[in-house]
């Protein structure tokens, strides 16, 4: 498999408080890894979940295939196979392009979907790649507002880009070799 970094790179494991029903919070660990074969079926369920139009399971793994892009997974440490959250990139010569981007209901507002996003940055400085680029839905508030915190700013709409007819905002984010402050 194709690893564009050694995991003790990243910020390594991480641990969330979930709030369970009886209001006891539940402490769960999680480390990144890069997906395998394995974790298509999973990975597609929960984007199905969670997705306006969900990429297929073939999609996934057609990524898989390509030398340069990344499938990222934040899972469980206990089983290893809970998927928190994932994100899809491409590392090219100049840019890094963030294709997806999820994180399971019950595990948002954590600060799971910066981190994943913050990963994606580390590995594009890395390379010495300095801007991370991506798409994302005129109508999907939640992701702008995240991506605009890290400092993405809107660099052009494209209009009618996606299948139902929506736009899509274009976001960048210059990193010009600065260390990540999110
Ligand atoms: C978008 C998504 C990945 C965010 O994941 P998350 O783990 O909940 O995000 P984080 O906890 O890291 O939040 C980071 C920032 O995003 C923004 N944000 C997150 N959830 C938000 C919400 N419900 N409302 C407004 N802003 C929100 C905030 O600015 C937040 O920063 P703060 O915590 O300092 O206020 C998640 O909601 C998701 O998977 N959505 C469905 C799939 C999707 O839309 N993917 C993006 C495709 S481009």
Redo the contacts with the bound molecule.
């Keep these: 498999m194709n690893l564009p970094f050694a995991m003790g790179q990243f910020c390594g494991k991480g641990q969330v408080s979930m709030s369970n029903q009886s209001s006891s919070p539940e402490e769960v660990k999680f480390s990144p890894r890069e997906a395998a074969v394995d974790d298509l079926e999973r990975l597609a369920a929960l984007e199905k979940q969670?997705?306006?139009a969900p990429w297929t399971q073939a999609a996934f793994e057609a990524e898989l295939q390509k030398p340069y892009s990344h499938t990222l997974l934040l899972t469980d440490d206990e089983t290893d196979e809970t998927v928190l959250?994932y994100v899809v990139y491409w590392l090219m010569l100049d840019d890094c392009q963030?294709l997806?981007?999820?994180?399971?209901?019950s595990?948002?507002?954590?600060?799971?979907?910066?981190?994943?996003?913050r990963m994606v940055c580390s590995q594009a400085m890395k390379k010495g790649i300095q801007v991370v680029k991506?798409?994302?839905?005129k109508s999907?508030?939640?992701?702008i507002?995240?991506?605009?915190?890290?400092g993405f700013t809107i660099s052009s709409i494209r209009k009618g880009f996606y299948s139902n007819g929506e736009d899509a905002y274009q976001m960048a984010l210059q990193m010009d070799g600065q260390a990540l402050d999110f």
């Design positions: 969670i997705q306006v959250g963030i997806n981007l999820g994180v399971a209901q595990f948002r507002g954590l600060g799971l979907g910066k981190q994943l996003v991506l798409d994302v839905r999907n508030l939640k992701a507002e995240l991506y605009q915190a890290i």
